[in-house]
């Protein structure tokens, strides 16, 4: 038999009719995978927070329907439909002249487009809040720092990591870390772009 992945106990939850075409809460989605979990290893060290965002955001093969967010901020499953990707609105001319502009390589983590391995072209203004598939509107991410990227604006790109930093810091008692990194800080507040 086959050893079941810590994902296929969150797709079971959505497999369950009981939670088909009705609300639940992340804490309900959390604590029943948890439950299941627990029952089938011992243990209830499975972390479920990211991943209904992530099935509304990219779907998933094994999803036989579509999650959706409410307007409540909680979560529905409706089974049977089918996930739509959206299409990235640059066109291919456009990702060309991009990629060409950023020599093929990640802008990020500077690493480079190879046959196996293409670099994706992705809005710095994201489309959700109105940004265009234009040349002046592209960057070149690797998927994985894509993934990172995906909806944030300008002035949260990279928040997060410089607060994690900073708690690191903290623990260090690194002073000139910490007076860095508050400082950056400060710069993310002071702008409050989105
Ligand atoms: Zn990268």
């Known amino acids: 038999m086959k050893i079941k992945s810590k994902k296929d106990y969150m797709i079971d ?3 369950d009719k009981k939670n088909h075409n009705r609300e639940f809460t992340l804490s309900e989605y959390d604590s ?9 290893t011992g243990t209830n060290k499975i972390y479920t927070n990211r991943t209904p965002r992530n099935l509304i955001r990219y779907g998933d093969p094994e999803l036989d329907g579509i999650l959706k967010r409410t307007k409540r901020g909680n979560y529905i499953f409706h089974p049977g439909e089918k996930f739509v990707i959206k299409k990235s609105p640059f066109s291919d001319a456009i990702k060309k002249k991009i990629k060409k502009r950023d020599k093929y390589t990640c802008q990020w983590c500077g ?8 670099l994706a072209v992705d809005h710095l203004e994201p489309e959700a809040s109105g940004g265009k598939g234009v040349y002046e509107n592209g960057i070149t991410l690797c998927n994985v720092c894509n993934n990172r990227k995906k909806n944030l ?7 997060n990591m410089f607060k994690k930093y900073l708690e690191k810091s903290k623990i260090n008692e690194d002073k000139k870390g910490i007076k860095f990194l508050e400082d950056i800080i400060k710069v993310y507040n002071k702008h409050k772009l989105s």
């Open 13 to 15: 939850f959505f497999k």
């Open 153 to 159: 604006k300008i002035s949260s790109f990279g928040l």
């Open 111 to 118: 690493k480079k487009e190879t046959k196996l391995d293409i």
């Open 32 to 40: 029943e995978v948890k439950k299941a979990f627990e029952a089938a």
